[in-house]
């Protein structure tokens, strides 16, 4: 019951390994990057309580020592004061450049410590133990790393890519359910992405699998994880095809803002309206029939997660508020927003040519729904 995805990147390949019991494989796992069997492991508290025993366990069964450090949970610790203090306390470590930083945690952990490996003598090798559903299908593959700083999200930081990505599918049986639903709308954005069959696969299966069904868990994130290592290959660093992956995200950033950041939106959450959104717009364009986004709500609405505007508690800005959030973006090039817009699901292309006359009618329609 595990599988392996391989992401092609020439010296900088690596492999994700998919399935439950992952964390009591890591140590044999693990071994074969080291050149001594001592690891610098940082996660969160949350985490941390659940998990890093576990690893410590893994790791021993393989007689790899691991060193350890426990951040403060939430996004807040993606931030230049715990990079430093992360980056010192590694060094204190006496990491060397031949070393493995391992980072056991969701989003925040992982884009933190692959920044801090990134950066630590100019650059040391990690390996990410995503344990989130969102980190297991986004995060965690790809290489982009960082903080956020005062100016938004994910403004600073670098392409790293890990050595190693052991995505344990057993860990997500600790999720609160609204968590591995926010994530959920990751996996989803795949399918609407780039494969319609996976898309159908999930009308039909995904709910087994968020109901704990491992092999429907396992498949859900393979799969994912499959497409966004073939992207990934495609374009490292995001000049053309891996904007892609951004389906949902420009409408999602806005709302990110519009709420605070705060527990009022998750990411995933925003994504998944974003996605609704992107569909809803494609569809007034004439580019996708008028059934998908009637579909695609359909299909959200099952899970059980939020799909429309009206599903944010809280007041939200006008339409004019939110495109004004939008144009902060930093999908923004030349003035002009980048969109990911689809000619069905599937079927998704990147987009400069909007007219914003339409996003706004869009937007005022969906709050009016509210
Ligand atoms: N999360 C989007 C990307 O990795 O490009």
Redesign the pocket.
């Known amino acids: 019951m595990q599988d392996t995805v391989h992401v092609g990147l020439g010296e900088r390949a690596y492999d994700i390994h998919i399935g439950p019991g992952l964390l009591a494989r890591s140590g044999e796992l693990i071994a074969p990057l080291l050149r001594r069997k001592r690891v610098a492991v940082i996660s969160d508290e949350n985490v941390a309580a659940l998990h890093l025993e576990s690893l410590r366990e893994g790791l021993q069964a393989a007689g790899i020592d691991m060193v350890s450090k426990v951040l403060p949970a939430g996004e807040a610790t993606k931030s230049w004061p715990h990079l430093t203090d992360t980056v010192e306390w590694l060094l204190e470590q006496k990491v060397e450049r031949s070393d493995v930083v391992v980072a056991l945690g969701g989003g925040v952990i992982g884009d933190l410590v692959g920044f801090a490996a990134a950066v630590l003598r100019r650059g040391v090798r990690f390996v990410q133990i995503p344990t989130s559903l969102l980190a297991q299908v986004?995060?965690s593959?790809?290489g982009?790393t960082g903080i956020n700083s005062p100016h938004g999200k994910n403004l600073v930081g670098a392409f790293h890519q890990p050595s190693l990505v052991l995505a344990d599918t057993g860990v997500l049986g600790t999720l609160k359910s609204r968590d591995f639903l926010a994530g959920y709308g990751e996996v989803v954005k795949y399918g609407l992405l780039g494969d319609f069959e996976f898309f159908q696969w999930l009308e039909g299966n995904a709910s087994r699998a968020a109901a704990g069904d491992m092999d429907a868990r396992i498949y859900a994130v393979k799969r994912s994880v499959e497409m966004?290592a073939e992207i990934?290959e495609r374009d490292e660093t995001?000049q053309g095809d891996?904007a892609l992956?951004?389906l949902g995200h420009t409408f999602c950033h806005a709302l990110e803002a519009a709420t605070g950041y705060s527990d009022r939106l998750l990411h995933g959450e925003g994504v998944a309206i974003g996605c609704a959104l992107a569909f809803e717009l494609s569809a007034r364009m004439g580019l996708c029939s008028q059934e998908d986004p009637s579909r695609i709500r359909t299909h959200l609405r099952e899970m059980g997660t939020k799909v429309d505007l009206a599903d944010i508690p809280g007041d939200l800005p006008d339409a004019d508020g939110l495109l004004d959030l939008m144009s902060q973006d930093k999908k923004v090039v030349d003035g002009k927003l980048r969109f990911i817009l689809a000619r069905g699901i599937g079927q998704a292309f990147v987009t400069s040519d909007v007219d914003g006359e339409l996003v706004r009618k869009v937007l005022s329609e969906a709050l009016s729904a509210r």
């Open positions: 986004d995060s593959v790809g982009k966004k990934v995001e891996r992956l951004n």
